[in-house]
């Protein structure tokens, strides 16, 4: 999920697709006082996909933060967005936190 804050700081969630964020949870590590959801035309237009197709690895999303939930690790294979709204990415649990080592791994996830 990209979510923008009061200063236009962009923010990347990692959440498994059975699970909801936890806004409050989220505000709180991030330190922003107010986040909102980024509006599909505003992904659309800003970096090219479409909302379900966000990947949250490679360089296609320009953010400043990124968080993913430790719950996206708990299955040996890991299913995520390509980009592209007609398939997706299948990795292992290891090779995804090698990829996503940069990010803030947190519970974001209710």
Same mark, same amino acid.
């Given at each position: ?6 200063d236009e700081?962009?923010?990347l969630a990692?959440v498994?697709?059975?699970?909801k964020l936890? =806004? ?5 590590? $991030?330190? *922003?006082? $107010?986040l *909102?959801?980024? +509006? ?12 379900? %197709?966000? %990947?949250?690895?490679g ?5 400043s933060?990124?968080f ?12 995520i967005? $390509?980009g592209?709204?007609? %398939?997706?990415?299948?990795?292992k649990? +290891?090779d995804?936190?090698? =990829? ?5 791994i947190?519970d974001? %996830?209710?």
């Open positions: 999920m990209l979510l923008v804050g009061p700081m962009i923010i990692v498994p697709g059975n699970k936890n =806004l409050k949870r989220l505000k709180k590590l $991030s330190g *922003q006082k $107010s *909102q959801l980024m +509006d599909k035309e505003t992904i659309k237009k800003e970096f090219g996909v479409v909302v379900g %197709a966000l %990947a949250p690895v360089s296609m999303i320009g953010y933060l990124l993913v939930d430790p719950s996206v690790f708990e299955e040996e294979v890991v299913d967005s $390509s592209d709204p007609t %398939a997706g990415l299948e990795l649990r +290891d995804l936190k090698r =990829l996503l080592g940069h990010a803030t947190a974001i %996830a209710k």
